[in-house]
């Protein structure tokens, strides 16, 4: 099972003995080895940080389709609308490109493996319902709602998950600085991608 995204996907994984680091790809492996054991594979995890979409396309051959995984969970999106606040003047690619070179990615996956694809919604920038990152953010968790319904892969409602919770009273902090998470934030992706996978 092959995990791959940036830094959220990341997290602490080169400096971490068994490669898995310490995202929610960990509290994944550790509640399906603990409540599935029988179930559980080996997992491979291929985040990089500051990772695009364009980024994953340059080294999708090495980290994914030449690794034939049976599994491939993809979290992607953030920094390319982050990058677009962080930088203003840098060039960014819009929803439409996003989404093209996005299905680009799961048809190789489709051509060369017989792997089930997991889509996750990108998460959110800021942990405000109204901050304008959530608000560029919308029409690339809007793509990969529409590929995932395109290619038949499981969608994690990721984005979903995280907006419902910063609606909620008495809500915790779920990230370190409104986008990497804090063992909160990765509880709750890890969570809300068991309940989509396992019991979809």
């Known amino acids: 099972m092959l995990f791959i995204g940036d830094s ?9 003995s ?3 680091g310490f995202s929610y790809v960990r509290y994944i492996r550790d509640y399906i ?3 599935r054991p029988e179930l559980l594979p080996t997992i491979v995890n291929k985040g990089v940080g500051g990772n695009r979409v364009t980024d994953l396309a340059e080294r ?4 994914v389709l030449n690794l034939n995984p049976d599994y491939v969970s993809i979290s992607i999106g953030i920094n390319d609308v982050w990058r677009q606040l962080d930088s203003p003047h840098e060039v960014s690619l819009s929803p439409e490109r996003f989404k093209e070179v996005y ?6 996956v489709h051509a060369r ?9 990108p998460t959110v920038i800021e942990e405000d319902v109204n901050a ?3 608000k560029l953010l919308k029409p690339y968790v809007k793509a990969v709602q529409e590929l995932a319904e395109r290619y038949d892969a499981v969608l994690v409602p990721t984005h979903a998950a995280f907006i419902a919770y910063l609606e909620k009273e008495n809500r915790q902090v ?4 409104g986008v990497h998470m804090n063992t909160a934030g990765n509880m709750l992706m890890a969570q809300t991608w068991l309940q989509a996978v396992l019991n979809g």
């Open 8 to 16: 959220i996907t990341e997290a602490g994984r080169f400096e971490d």
């Open 18 to 20: 068994e490669q898995i």
């Open 33 to 35: 080895a603990i409540n």
């Open 60 to 63: 999708w051959e090495e980290d």
């Open 103 to 108: 299905a680009s990615l799961i048809e190789q």
């Open 113 to 121: 493996t017989n792997a089930k694809i997991i889509l996750m919604e």
């Open 132 to 134: 304008q990152g959530n």
């Open 174 to 177: 779920l990230t370190t600085d």
